[in-house]
């Protein structure tokens, strides 16, 4: 694993850009997950684009994706902190590849317990390894599961696939979909086998629909397990599916909703209660050339949050 984190502190963030994205709370948990697109897309300029973006949203974790540069996500961490004169930011992230997973968090709202990837040896099902975060926040301990699942397929095409009808070809072991409903399936037995009586919330780019038909639908075995498991973003998704998609959708220019936040039941009552909010957050809306400046400075994903009280 690798570990970033920064002592200097010199000033608090001013005049910034976007200083209207305020969304944490301190009196509710914050989670965030975000496709970063190869961070950094912009090198320098993403660094302070997202560093000024995550320090105004104020969540208390982020579970990101595609962050392809070690030294560069040291600098993230770095330009937090020295933006952030309340908050202690810490990063860790995996090792490997150039799409490598990542946490960033505030320090002195969670206490950190531990790291670690699972399932070493499923990489048709993992392209990238699941990457857990344990800790503590006000007493109550928190399990995030990080996952970038396989892409294409459903009615995409690719170089490599061309797959038209958005059916999972269970007996293809490179059909895109079946290798996300394999994923599925080894994060909820992964889950009620070691975290069935924890407050487990598992994020990332699932790189699919959750409001397909069951025939189509690779998480149909979570929807259908709905005494252990809820998509708190469905809402979202469904809202999409009826026309909005630019407003609500995590992915907009396929358009589609594929970045999500699963959770267990353990979160159910937070789900429901009166501090529980979801979103994506509509970051082109502070560019001056919007989506076009959004998207060749940041990423080509919208982040996807949710907040809660205990």
Known sequence: MFYSCAEDKPNSISNSQFSGLSFGTDD??????????????????????VAQILVELDCDIAGLQEISSGS???????????????????????????????????SNTIDF???FEIYHDE????????????????????????NHLKCCGNDEIDSIDIDMDGI??????????????????LLEDYVLNNFWDSNTI???????DIHEPEVSNVFSNFIKNSSNFKFIDMELAISGKN????????YPTWPSHIDHILITNNLFDEFEGNASTATTIRIEDYFPNGWTDYDALVSDHRPVVWKFSF
């Open 243 to 250: 026309g909005q998609h630019w407003a609500h959708w995590s």
């Open 123 to 146: 990489n048709s099902a993992f392209p990238r390894e699941p990457f857990i975060f344990k800790g503590d926040f006000n007493e109550n301990s928190i399990i995030l599961i990080n």
């Open 28 to 49: 509710t948990f914050e989670v965030l997950t975000w496709n970063l697109e190869t961070f950094p897309k912009a090198e320098d300029n993403t660094v302070e684009y």
């Open 113 to 115: 317990t531990d790291v």
């Open 202 to 208: 598992i994020l990332g780019d699932f790189n699919d």
């Open 168 to 185: 999972m070809d269970i007996p293809d072991d490179d059909d895109e979909e079946a290798r996300r409903q394999a994923a599925s399936l």
């Open 72 to 106: 560069y996500f040291t600098a993230l961490v770095n330009r937090c902190n020295q933006l952030d004169g309340e908050n202690d930011w810490v990063g860790v992230k995996t090792l490997g590849g150039s799409y490598g997973l990542a946490y960033i968090y505030k």
